[in-house]
């Protein structure tokens, strides 16, 4: 996939602890969904600093649109973890590459030409409905209106059960 920003920001969506509670909702969700969904989770998980997401990265061809904070832990890991000055006083060159091969990294993706075509639908709908965009208080005040808390399970159609 080249948008692995994307798919970082609807697992990050879809995850989240107001969507997440939503327990009869997620059962009326189809069972490829939240396969795909789970599917996702593991290429996006912080898990070994972002082992499978740097795996995908490399994978893609550009032109691919990464998960910055990728690059960004590697660079704070390095930065932090790697003494700038080796054991004789000296410059660290090999600190110095490991921070210049994540530059480069990163550079290769803003070098590359995207194709993108305005979308005016798409640019509408944006500029209507993100206006709307509800805050973190607002979407749990949704979520609690949706379920209740300790609310009891209710007829659950499409024939899903909860538990």
């Known amino acids: 996939s080249s ?7 609807v697992v990050a969506g879809l995850t989240f602890s107001a969507i997440q509670r939503l327990k009869y909702t997620w059962c009326i969700v189809p069972q490829e969904i939240k ?19 740097k795996a995908e990265i490399k994978r893609c061809d550009p032109p691919c649109v990464p998960y910055v904070g990728v690059y960004l832990a590697d660079l ?3 930065e932090e973890g790697v003494q700038n000055l ?4 000296l ?3 090999a600190k110095m590459r490991m921070l210049a091969h994540t530059i480069l990294e990163i550079r290769l993706y803003q070098q590359t030409y995207y194709d993108l075509k305005v979308v005016p639908d798409v640019i509408k709908h944006i500029l209507v409905n993100c206006s709307n965009a509800l805050c973190e208080d ?3 005040e949704r ?3 949706l379920e209740p808390r300790n609310q009891r399970s209710p007829a659950i159609e499409h024939g899903a059960s909860c538990a």
């Open 91 to 93: 410059i660290n060159f």
């Open 138 to 140: 607002k979407i749990f």
């Open 3 to 9: 948008g692995i920003n994307a798919e970082y920001g």
């Open 143 to 145: 979520s609690y209106t």
């Open 76 to 78: 704070i890991s390095i």
């Open 35 to 53: 396969s795909e969904l789970n599917s996702l989770k593991e290429v996006v998980s912080v898990a070994n600093r972002f082992k499978n997401m």
């Open 86 to 89: 080796n054991s004789n006083g």
